[in-house]
């Protein structure tokens, strides 16, 4: 986890990535556990908790910048800021305790963006997938 801390600038509740397993220049692979205590769970439905599909989005956008940045790709200094979310898909639920497996393919990476695409895991079955763009700022001009 403090690897995590080191490439990302979330902290908790909203730090999604526990563990990065395997990065490369075309594919990023991590995990995340959700746990029972999320800060989601007590208002998402309460009486059927799942984790909301914005989430998802996120922790897979999460996966996707720790490996950017694990890879020395961009500066330290540069921060991702999501800009457009395309092609997303719920396939099955994600409750309490469950352990995502994160797929992320790194499409287009220049500069000043950041084009992935990625799928949520939960065993062998996809629980969300998308696309999306992160556009890239740095923590000097924000």
Known sequence: MEEI?????HREPFLFVDELERCTD???VGTH??????????GHFP???????????ETMAQCGGAGIRKL???GDDA???LAAIEKAKFRRQVRPDETVRLEIKNLRITP???????????????AAEAEWMCLVGSSEST
């Open 112 to 126: 000043r963006m950041i084009k992935q695409s990625g799928r949520a895991l939960v065993g062998d079955e996809v």
């Open 72 to 74: 020395g790709v961009l």
């Open 79 to 81: 921060l991702f800021f």
């Open 47 to 57: 009486d059927y908790p799942v984790v909301p599909g914005v989430i998802l989005v």
């Open 5 to 9: 801390k080191q490439l990302l600038p």
């Open 33 to 42: 556990t959700y746990s029972a205590d999320e800060f989601f769970f007590p």
């Open 26 to 28: 075309d594919e990023i």
